[in-house]
């Protein structure tokens, strides 16, 4: 039943199942110009719509436009805007090197250069921070206002010895570095280094560039833009003295005095007739000589100077004709006639400083003073002096010198140098008197005395600081084992108890004290000094002490950490721990020595080292007279010695020279405890003859001088590559200029400038408004008919 029942309304439902699957839509029919119609409407509304967004657009778009031509924008970049409103920080450089007095069109290139950097002023924008860094003057710093720094840059009248260019940018990124601290800035300055210079060799040094790189990054956000003016000429021509010189620079009474001056000539043709004049302090006509110079070419003339005065001579030599570059035209000697160099003896007893004293004379070149201990004594302010009796004949009548005027003090056979004068206990001990001489930079050689004469405590009291070591026993060469003494001159060697060398090895002649014996030797192939060597019998054995270094050893011993020192030295520190003086032991008594008790042959006449061997040890501690200088480069500070004891408190030292020492620079009264005058920048800074001296009752009490020149290579007027400063500054940073040309052109080429965008937005938004109009009465334009 249920099956039935099922089935049958299964069915049932079988003609709705096909009733489904045979339903068939009405067809449709479609007319042609319907159809055409209905897609014509849509075409229609597209194109409708696509002109109503175009307008639209084009409507927001004006509208944009004409809002931001409103606003004036400019266009920004790395590049500076130096005639806009915002203030730039500008450090200026300017070249005041000598070289820069070089004439073009009747002006300095120092003239020149001040004319543009206040042109460079009217340029920047008010408020605009400046500083002005003078190449002889390297203490730049931000100035209040424009007018200051207009002010300064007119004070740059006169070129002057200085640094090069390099360093001054150096110094000008130093302060840049704080210029927004400096000047309270709300928000970063743009910064400018702009370096007006005639960009010679001398004035640009390429092995700086790596530092300035990195020493401009250490700058604050925006990083400097620097341009360089070039004020040099392209094909200069210029005529000069380069060179005055005299060696040595001290010589003995009578000698002539020999001096070459090389004069040189760039640019031109032909080849230069050149005059050069040379008067002599004192003298009326000066002297003339005359050469003739190649194109690129130097030449050398001799001049002497005959009939001279002891004393401090000075000369200036100049050209007869001038040129467009007037520095270099004139050139400055100082030398000195007639004046030995001065030693110091102290002994307890004179005449046993006769050999050592005769010794000197040979060569005429040092005066040995002998005195006793108690000579050298305080003076006022301190000062060390030394009294003496010019006069032998009357003993009495003495007078005082500085202890600094010597240039070696000498302790000769003296028993005991830590006693005190009895009749100035104030004065401390010789050793107390020695000491700030030394300390800066006094020279002291120590000849001990014999065993039988000396108190050892007395010596070695004095070796924390001052003695090279210990002196303990006298050793004697017969008690040894030394080896055979040989030489070139000996026939056979002998027997090294009778007395010994000392050991003239390579390191031993390298030694500044005795290499002048190895220059005497390939002169001279049998030099007695080596081929008949003297010889030492008895000498103090000595512990030197750590901070001493051994010159010469004897050979007493076969094996040489078994030799004894012969000659020892050590260095004197001063107060800041840094080396000045220096002081020179000597194993062996050099007094005159009786039969019964010779330590050496030293001082037998039958060879030279009687004499040389005493002019080593004094010409080593004091210098060679052939390095003596009175000659310096223009910008140098220096020290003249002052005669302390000569000169009362209230002495006056008068200083000549240049015309920029005028008014209180002509004179200068030195301190109480003052043993020096120091002259340097800006008084050096010139080229000149510069005489100081000391008069009393129209008497000169005093006078010493010294010369500053310009040096030859800051008269090159060869330019420096162009690349070498692009390296730093950047490319098209270096700017060729000369009177024609407008720096504001120059400085809108190198720097660029932002770019107005008014003008250009508001063609654009005239353009656009055009295109508008037009668009929009084609869009709504009805057809005709």
């Known amino acids: 039943m249920n099956a039935i029942l099922i089935a049958g309304a299964a069915l049932v439902g079988l003609p709705i199942v096909l009733h ?13 110009a319907f159809r055409f119609l209905k897609q014509k409407l849509k075409t229609n509304q597209r194109k409708l719509r696509l002109r109503h967004f175009v307008l639209l657009a084009m409507r927001m778009l004006l509208i944009a436009l004409f809002c931001l031509t409103l606003y004036q924008p400019t266009f920004k970049s790395d590049r500076l805007n130096i005639r806009g409103e915002q203030p730039i920080a500008v450090a200026i450089v300017i070249d005041t090197t000598p070289s820069t007095g070089y004439v073009v069109n009747e002006r300095t290139r120092l003239e020149e250069e001040r004319r543009r950097a206040l042109e460079l002023l009217d340029e920047l924008p008010e408020k605009s921070p400046v500083a002005v860094i003078d190449t002889a003057d390297m203490t730049g ?9 207009r002010r300064r840059i007119e004070e740059l009248k006169e070129t002057r010895a200085g640094q090069p260019v390099s360093s001054a940018v150096a110094v000008a990124y130093q302060l840049l570095a704080k210029v927004d601290q400096e000047t309270e800035a709300t928000e970063p300055l743009p910064k400018l280094v702009a370096v007006f210079t005639d960009r010679t060799t001398a004035s640009w040094d390429p092995g700086r560039t790596e530092d300035l790189k990195k020493l401009r990054d250490t700058v604050p956000d925006p990083k400097p833009v620097a341009v360089v003016i070039d004020f040099g000429a392209d094909a200069p021509a210029n005529v000069g003295i380069l060179s005055a010189e005299m060696k040595p620079q001290v010589i003995a009474a009578n000698p002539v005095a020999n001096v070459t001056v090389t004069v040189g000539a760039v640019g031109g043709d032909r080849p230069l007739d050149v ?19 190649p194109p690129g070419q130097t030449r050398a003339l001799p001049f002497e100077f005959r009939g001279l005065k002891p004393g401090l001579h000075q000369v200036e030599f100049a050209l007869a004709a001038a040129d467009k570059l007037m520095v270099d035209n004139t050139r400055f000697l100082t030398f ?19 050999f050592w004293q005769l010794a000197h004379t040979v060569r005429d070149e040092f005066s040995c003073l002998v005195v006793d201990p108690n000579d050298v004594q305080l003076g006022d302010g301190g000062t060390v002096v030394v009294k003496y009796a010019p006069d032998a004949a009357k003993p009495d009548v003495k007078v005082a010198d500085d202890l600094s005027s010597f240039e070696v003090v000498c302790l000769l056979d003296l028993k005991n140098p830590n006693l005190t004068n009895p009749n100035r206990p104030g004065d401390g001990t010789l050793w107390d008197r020695l000491r700030p001489q030394l300390r800066a930079g006094g020279k002291l050689l120590v000849m001990p005395p014999p065993d039988t004469n000396i108190d050892l405590d007395g010596y070695n009291a004095a070796l924390p600081d001052l003695m090279p070591g210990r002196l303990t026993t006298v050793l004697r060469t017969k008690d040894l084992t030394p080896p055979p003494q040989e030489a070139a001159n000996w026939p056979a060697p002998r027997d090294g108890k009778g007395g010994v060398t000392w050991v003239l090895d390579e390191k031993a002649l390298k030694h500044p004290l005795l290499k002048p014996v190895e220059e005497w030797r390939q002169q001279k192939a049998n030099l007695d000094f080596l081929a008949d060597p003297r010889t030492t019998k008895k000498f103090w054995n000595v512990e030197p002490d750590k901070a001493a270094t051994p010159v010469v050893y004897y050979n007493d011993a076969a094996a040489p950490d078994k030799r004894h020192v012969a000659i020892l030295e050590r260095p004197v520190i001063d ?27 030293y001082w037998e006449q039958s060879s030279t080292f009687f004499a040389s061997f005493p002019d080593l040890l004094v010409r080593y501690l004091a210098g060679d007279s052939a390095d003596a200088n009175f000659n ?7 020290s003249v010695p002052l005669p302390r004891a000569r000169l009362g408190r209230e002495s006056k030292v008068v200083l000549d020279g240049p015309p920029i020492i005028s008014g209180t620079d002509a004179v200068i009264i030195p301190g109480d405890r003052q043993t020096e005058i120091r002259l340097g920048p800006p008084k050096t800074s010139v080229p000149g003859n510069f005489a100081l001296s000391v008069e009393k009752d129209r008497v000169v009490l005093w006078k010493d001088g010294f010369s500053t020149n310009v040096p030859a290579d800051e008269c090159n007027l060869e330019k420096v590559p162009v690349e070498a400063i692009e390296e730093l500054v950047g490319k098209d940073r270096v700017i060729p200029i000369d009177r024609n040309t407008s720096l ?7 720097l660029g400038q932002p770019v107005d965008l008014f003008p250009w937005l508001l063609l654009m938004v005239l353009a656009l408004f055009v295109v508008e109009g037009l668009a929009a009465n084609r869009f709504y334009r009805r057809p005709r008919g």
């Open 20 to 32: 489904l699957i045979m339903k068939q839509e009405p067809k449709r029919l479609t007319f042609p």
């Open 141 to 149: 710093h931000w100035l209040p206002d424009l007018g200051a720094a």
């Open 275 to 293: 005059t050069v004049l040379a008067k002599l302090d004192g003298s009326g006509k000066p002297e003339s000589k005359a050469v003739v110079v």
């Open 336 to 354: 000195k006639v007639g004046e030995a160099r001065r030693i110091l003896t102290i002994t307890d007893d004179k005449e046993g400083a006769v």
């Open 575 to 601: 107060k800041e721990n840094r080396a000045r003086g220096k002081v020179l032991l000597l194993t062996v008594r050099m007094d005159v020595m009786p039969p019964d008790d010779e330590w050496h042959d």
């Open 632 to 638: 310096y480069p223009t910008g140098a500070t220096v």
């Open 744 to 750: 504001r052109d120059w400085l809108d080429l190198a």
